[in-house]
């Protein structure tokens, strides 16, 4: 069920990356922020790259912070992290209760991500997280727009909240700082693009 509710000023929202793919184990990064002007906290966790405990390992991560109980959204990075760990966001906002939005700069090429799945074993299980995902939307942006999934939230509720928190970029503060967070604790100094 995808609902819309109201959204303050200062929503507890949790933005998550991943690092570079330099080990087997890939950190994952979580910044915590009050709506998109300044950080709470930050959470750290490990996931094994190109597994499938993604969505295992990102629920625990929240589940034991003591920010749990005040995050009210989830916002990940598209739903593959250390390579093709694919998070299951609909079990991911099962098991927290809290709404995820997935976040995209470009709409997937799905022909090159199936392709890509063949060279895995257990390809086709997770070619069915992926659909199960579900639609992806178009977010107009002021700049260009971002392409969205979401579990358990409306999209005029991903609307405010995008606009809410995009203060830098088109891309929620609370994901671009996780990203900056985490490229710069594994290569020493952060770069790329959340």
Same mark, same amino acid.
């Given at each position: ?92 906002? #099962? ?54 999934? #979401? ?24 994901? #671009? ?18």
């Amino acid at each position: 069920m995808n609902i819309d509710f109201h959204i303050k000023p200062e929503i507890r929202i949790l933005g998550i990356d991943d690092s570079a793919l330099l080990n087997e184990k890939v950190m994952i990064v979580g910044a915590v922020f009050r709506g998109g002007d300044w950080i709470d906290g930050v959470l750290r966790s490990e996931i094994t790259k190109d597994g499938l405990d993604a969505t295992e390992v990102i629920c625990n991560m929240i589940k034991k912070s003591k920010h749990y109980d005040q995050i009210r959204t989830v916002i990940l990075d598209g739903i593959t992290y250390g390579g093709f760990n694919v998070v299951d966001i609909q079990m991911l906002y #099962r098991e927290t209760g809290i709404p995820v939005i997935v976040v995209m700069r470009s709409y997937p090429d799905f022909e090159k991500i199936k392709s890509a799945l063949k060279y895995f074993p257990d390809g086709e299980e997770r070619w069915t997280i992926i659909k199960r995902a579900g639609k992806i939307e178009r977010i107009p942006g002021e700049k260009s727009p971002i392409y969205i999934q #979401r579990a358990g939230i409306g999209v005029e509720t991903v609307k405010k909240i995008i606009r809410l928190t995009s203060i830098r970029s088109n891309i929620p503060e609370p994901l #671009r700082v996780a990203h900056l967070i985490a490229t710069g604790i594994i290569l020493g100094e952060s770069r790329g693009k959340a």
